[in-house]
């Protein structure tokens, strides 16, 4: 068996060179999240699209749709769907259909909550609104199971656009 060489300095600087450059550039992001308020009886399935931008560990331009459900109750259950962007460090959220605006995101929250029959939690509400805001971060900002104290974390995923 023959021993392996040591690589010189030139095909190191080579490698380390080529391991810098596949690590620069901004990254396109799909997250997707499903939460559950069990006191309320809702459920808040998000998916997120954004970028990071090359340096930065979470996202400053991302949009989302939040589709809130009551879980308990007929098949036929109301639903409500949110729409939410992350701009410049500043979150929008607004009725899907029309377009996001900056404001009170925990009103027009409470408005789909209701809308989607989902019973009056204001502390799972807070921490959905948490969990919107985290996904339209990116990866890095999602809440995962064990960083909720209210919201049942059902599934999430990540991946590239």
């Given at each position: 068996m023959r021993a392996a060489r040591p690589l010189g300095p030139r095909a190191l600087?080579?490698?380390?060179?080529?391991?810098?450059?596949?690590c620069r550039g901004d990254r396109s992001f799909r997250t997707t999240a499903i939460y559950e308020a069990p006191r309320a009886g809702c459920s808040a399935g998000?998916?997120?699209r954004g970028v990071v931008r090359d340096g930065a560990d979470v996202?400053?331009?991302s949009s989302a749709r939040v589709a809130l459900r009551a879980t308990a109750g007929s098949a036929a259950r109301p639903?409500?769907?949110?729409v939410a962007s992350l701009e410049d460090g500043r979150v929008r959220m607004g009725v899907a259909?029309?377009?996001a605006t900056p404001g009170e995101s925990l009103e027009i929250l409470a408005g789909a909550w209701s809308r989607a029959g989902c019973?009056?939690?204001?502390?799972?509400?807070?921490?959905?609104?948490?969990?919107?805001?985290g996904t339209l971060l990116g990866p890095k900002g999602m809440l995962m199971s064990g960083q909720t104290r209210?919201?049942?974390?059902v599934s999430t995923t990540t991946g590239a656009q």
């Open positions: 600087a080579l490698a380390a060179g080529a391991l810098v450059g596949a998000i998916e997120a996202s400053d331009r639903s409500a769907t949110l259909g029309v377009e019973a009056a939690a204001p502390d799972e509400m807070v921490e959905m609104r948490a969990a919107i805001e209210f919201l049942k974390v």
